[in-house]
Every structure is written in C-alpha cells, then in structure tokens.
C-alpha cells in the first residue's frame, strides 16, 4: 500500500487538497484532524472539561470513532451518529486542540489511523502523521501558508455560509491553535525531517493541487 502524509498547521489547505489529489490519485483521503474533532464534539455534548483525564478514559472506554465513505467523501461516525457537519464549529475547533494534548485521546485515535493506511492506498493529512502515525509513508509533505493568509481564507468561508466573525478574532484563534498544536508534549505540529515543505501562501488551490501533484509524482 502507498500512503502519502501531509502534515501542516489549520487553515493550510490540508484537507481541501489532499481530498482533490486523492480522487485523482484513486486513493481514500483520511482527514485525522476531523478524528479529533469527532472526540471533541462529544466532549462538549457530555459536558466535560479538557482537564478532567478521568471523565475523559471513562467516556473513551463507550465510545467508537469509525469512518466511512461515501462517493469518495470521508463521513465520520461517533457511536453510529453522524457528526461529520457538527464537528465545523470555532467551538470544536478549538476543544479539539485542547484535547490532542492528551495521551488517552492520541492513543485512542492511532490504531484506527494507522488500520486505514493499512488496508487502503492513502493521503492522510494532519499534525503529528510523518513524524508519528506513518513514519514510514513514501511522501511526507509539510503544507502551510502564513497565520493572516490562513485567516483571510478562514473570513471568507465563514462569509460564504452566510456567518459573520471578526478577522481579527479569526486570527487570534489560528495563532492561538497554531502555539498550542506545535507546543504540546506529545506527537507536537512540526516538519517530519524527510518532509517536503510547502507554502500556500501564494498560490491558488488549483496551484497547490498542481504543486502537491508534483511532489508526489516526483517521490512514487
Ligand atoms: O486539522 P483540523 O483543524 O481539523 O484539526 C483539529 C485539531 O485536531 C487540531 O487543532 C489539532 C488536532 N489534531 C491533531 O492533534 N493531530 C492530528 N493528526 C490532526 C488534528
């Protein structure tokens, strides 16, 4: 199986291109950042606080993460609900990187991740998926763009979906994720030695995708 990471901080692009190189490639994109999510989204359903390690392994010890796909488009379950619209918010944004601090949480989520690159060709973008998921995968690509341009991006799919927030309360935010996703203890935001760097900043999606395009086709 190949499988290909791309790692980089929120807002980069990950997801978007990975997804478009994925189809092209016939390979499944796995969207781990949206495995956190799912945590985190039930995490604030039930209440509980980041913090609270023991209500955090007795709510784990219930709980099933599992992915599935529908044409081509990653949905992701929480014990069989479908939380793959719910888990978009600035509120599961942010608990979700409060929670990928945790052990327990990386623990949990890494058997499943790893099980996908196992069984499927893969492009699997996130944070820590070169220098720990996948060490051994057969491109590793950092992707990243400037905090203001990633925010810029950000303002405008918010305006998009008819919602209003404030630039600058949008780039707090990301600089805010970007320090705690790169600052944590375990399995931290940062380039894998062997990685290929990428910046986004000035380029289009459509550049980017030709560019991610490029980097694999050189590697496989
Ligand atoms: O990629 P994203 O913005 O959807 O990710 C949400 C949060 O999940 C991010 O702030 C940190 C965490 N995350 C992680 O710790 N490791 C990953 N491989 C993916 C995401």
Wanted: without cysteine.
């Amino acid at each position: 199986m190949i499988s290909i990471a791309i790692d980089g901080p929120s807002g980069a692009g990950k997801s978007s291109i990975s997804k478009s190189v994925a189809d092209k490639l016939g390979f499944i994109h796995v969207d781990t950042g949206a495995l956190y999510r799912s945590l985190a989204y039930i995490v604030l359903k039930k209440g509980i606080s980041a913090d609270d390690e023991i209500s955090l392994k007795n709510l784990l010890k219930t709980t099933k993460v599992t992915i599935e796909y529908v044409d081509g488009v990653q949905k992701v379950f929480v014990n069989a609900e479908d939380v793959s619209d719910k888990i978009r918010s600035e509120e599961v944004s942010m608990m979700s990187s409060n929670i990928s601090k945790k052990p327990i949480i990386r623990e949990f989520l890494l058997d499943l991740q790893r099980q996908l690159a196992q069984e499927n060709n893969v492009i699997m973008d996130g944070r820590d998926i070169g220098t720990v998921v996948l060490p051994n995968a057969d491109v590793k690509i950092f992707l990243t763009a400037s905090p203001e341009k990633r925010a810029e991006r950000r303002f405008k799919q918010i305006l998009e979906k008819g919602e209003k927030k404030e630039y600058n309360s949008i780039l707090k935010d990301i600089i805010q994720r970007d320090y705690q996703d790169s600052h944590r203890e375990i399995a931290p935001l940062k380039p894998a030695e062997d990685s290929v760097f990428v910046d986004t900043s000035d380029l289009t999606f459509e550049e980017s995708v030709l560019k991610i395009t490029e980097v694999i086709g050189a590697k496989i």
